[in-house]
């Protein structure tokens, strides 16, 4: 075999599959056919092909040996990828063309969540989520197949679970990173419970009463529209971006997707077709702080990809951790909670921007312990191949970690391939670090300096070479460490 045709393939695949995917979640097409795109590179994803690259993965050092890491970690996850694929195609199809009936008007179910969380009846919202489950457990019969396929897979290629495979093909150990939020989670539960409790009590409800459509409606926050205007959401963060020395108009590589279409994807995501040269930033604005937070964080994703050194190999500038570029989405997703940034940008006076940072920081601590809760679940969920009564599971677990009430049906809808879980949580705590690093390197106001630009870019050209443990380090951090996330959120809730 050739490991530079394996190369040079993986990337025109890696291409050819991203496009698909956009026209599918972009609303351009109903079907999903990624089976075309395999069938058209299967010498990638035969097993010998995963045993070729894993032999030169464990017969090399050194520089070689971080680029074949990479390389096998894609090749083994899409030799997987092709043994599921039809069950991909069939459950993002089925996705798109789903629909839920309100009031006698089909509308599509991946509208529905936007609808609930603007739905200003309690009544209401619930009746829309409950119209959403006869599409979830007809998508559960679909996820069960394939988590259980899966399963079966890693056992196939040698490993004792799913999360010995993932540990292995993704370089990190997921449990410590499970430790740390079970202790975040301990940490926290007081300050969570009675922040939750004070934000509830204005509609009558308490945090152990509440269900998710409460929760999606909450942290909607229409109350702070004024301040988040649709129309400003795209403009606010090409704003944000000129602060740093970055102007988002000049750069030819970057494509805003921002147009209005009946089944396009109601998540924005950042696509990056060809790093660095084409990187698709995808979103529906719709206004509200929750848009604008959406909007920074795939930004930061954007301008990572489009910043990253075109020298580098194929597997630098597409693998890698992926918990890098989510560091880099999260420092922006986050300058909401910085008030000097709150008043520059959008103008907040010094009594509204208090009372936002209290609720923008529970939002954060709500998602933190959200991801710390579903990390214990993945835990236990992949560590063996049965899943029977994991939907009992997922809800006793989110429910000790929330405190609210949940559907055990979302038990498989709740999932993301890989433990991107515990990727997520790994750029939330490293995020914190980079940010007090850059302050320190630059100024209070890191986002007015064009310093803090030329750190970030220098961090960018990268791509995904390095992990977020030896990013810390580079930045004089001996380890992760969630101690300077916690008391943030402490500091601010308190």
């Known amino acids: 075999m050739d490991i530079e045709k ?38 990638l994803f035969q097993r010998s092909t995963v045993d070729f690259v894993k ?66 009846s309690r009544e209401k919202r619930s009746e829309m989520d409950d119209l959403t489950d006869p599409i979830v457990e007809k998508h559960n019969e679909i996820l069960r197949e394939r988590m259980l396929r899966l399963h079966d897979l890693a056992e196939d290629l040698g490993y004792g679970n799913y999360m010995e495979m993932i540990e292995d093909l993704k370089g990190f150990r997921i449990k410590p990173v499970n430790d740390m939020m079970e202790k975040f989670l301990r940490d926290t539960e007081r300050i969570y419970v009675d922040a939750m409790n004070s934000a509830l009590e204005k509609w009558g409800i308490t945090v152990d009463g509440a269900e998710r459509h409460d929760v999606s409606y909450l942290f909607r926050a229409k109350e702070y529209d004024k301040y988040f205007p649709k129309e400003g959401v795209v403009e606010n963060w090409k704003a944000t971006m000129r602060g740093i020395g970055i102007d988002p108009d000049a750069q030819k590589n970057v494509i805003l997707d921002t147009e209005e279409r009946p089944k396009k994807y109601p998540r924005a995501f950042t696509m990056p077709l060809e790093v660095p040269d084409k990187v698709i930033l995808f979103i529906t604005p719709h206004g509200g702080q929750d848009d604008y937070q959406a909007m920074l964080h795939e930004g930061g994703h954007t301008e990572h990809f489009a910043h990253v050194d075109r020298v580098h190999p194929f597997e630098y500038r597409y693998l890698g951790d992926v918990s890098v570029s989510e560091t880099y989405a999260f420092l922006f997703n986050y300058l909401p909670t910085d008030e000097l940034w709150l008043k520059q940008y959008l103008n907040i006076g010094d009594e509204d921007a208090s009372d936002y940072l209290g609720f923008a920081f529970l939002n954060k601590l709500f998602f933190l312990r959200r991801y710390a809760s579903k990390i214990i679940y993945e835990v236990e969920l992949h560590s063996k191949r049965d899943i029977d009564g994991m939907d009992r599971r997922y809800k006793e677990i989110m429910e000790k970690g929330l405190k609210m009430r949940h559907k055990a049906n979302r038990y498989l809808l709740d999932v993301d391939d890989g433990f991107y879980v515990a990727q997520y949580l790994r750029a939330w705590i490293f995020e914190t670090q980079l940010r007090k690093h850059i302050i320190e390197k630059t ?48 500091k601010n809730l308190t």
């Open 55 to 120: 032999k030169l993965r464990d017969g090399s050092e050194g520089e070689e040996r971080r680029q074949n890491s990479l390389l096998f970690s894609f090749i083994a996850g899409e030799y997987i990828g092709n043994m599921v694929k039809k069950l991909d195609e069939k459950y993002m199809t089925e996705d798109a063309k789903a629909t839920v009936n309100v009031d006698g008007q089909e509308v599509p179910y991946r509208s529905i969540a936007i609808m609930i969380a603007n739905e200003d």
């Open 443 to 490: 100024k209070r106001d890191w986002f007015n300096s064009t310093a803090a630009g030329e750190i970030l870019k220098k961090l960018w050209s990268y791509g995904q070479k390095y992990s977020v443990e030896e990013l810390a380090e580079m930045v004089g951090y001996e380890k992760l460490d969630t101690e300077p996330m916690k008391d943030e959120i402490m």
């Open 6 to 43: 394996i190369r040079k393939d993986a990337e025109l695949f890696t291409k050819e599959l991203e496009e698909e995917y956009y026209q599918n979640l972009g609303g351009f097409k109903d079907e999903l056919n990624i089976s075309a795109v395999y069938d058209r590179y299967s010498h």
